[in-house]
């Protein structure tokens, strides 16, 4: 009897590693998703260091990044959201300024990552099944939220 790889993992303790060590090895970029294709750099991001260590500094509470535009700041919060699903999942909530904004980066953005990872595309839900507003990775949510509507702003963890 085969058993299947999910079942198998929850026997097997997750391994912690540090993003600026796990999204070169995990995160893909397809030429859909970015100018240049393939899988994570330091040297694409020059500045995602300083950021992912912050991320994963427990004294830190608050990161604010005041970049130009165009410089990887989703690209990096695209790939701590595949970092916290494999290493730490908890529920993330992105918000966005409206509802078309949180629908056009979940489609452009965030479902190609997830999908791109594979670990993390073992836990998406098949396509005709998934929900913009909840995107359920089996132990771990992640919510779209937007200014104006208190429904998707409030009451989440």
Known sequence: MTIPFSALSCWSPRVKEHPCDWMPK???FSAKEGAVPGY????RFPYSRGV?????????QQIVLLWGTQLGKTAILMGLVNYICCNEPSPVMIACPDKGMAEEVYKTKLEP????????ARRLLPKRD???HLVDLGDMWVYFGWSGS????????
């Open 26 to 28: 995990n995160i893909y």
């Open 40 to 43: 994570w750099s330091h040297n």
């Open 52 to 60: 992912l260590d912050a991320f994963t500094d427990p004294e830190i």
């Open 113 to 120: 990552m997830l999908e791109s990872c594979p670990v993390v």
């Open 130 to 132: 998934r929900n913009m």
């Open 150 to 157: 208190k429904a998707t702003l409030s009451g989440r963890s």
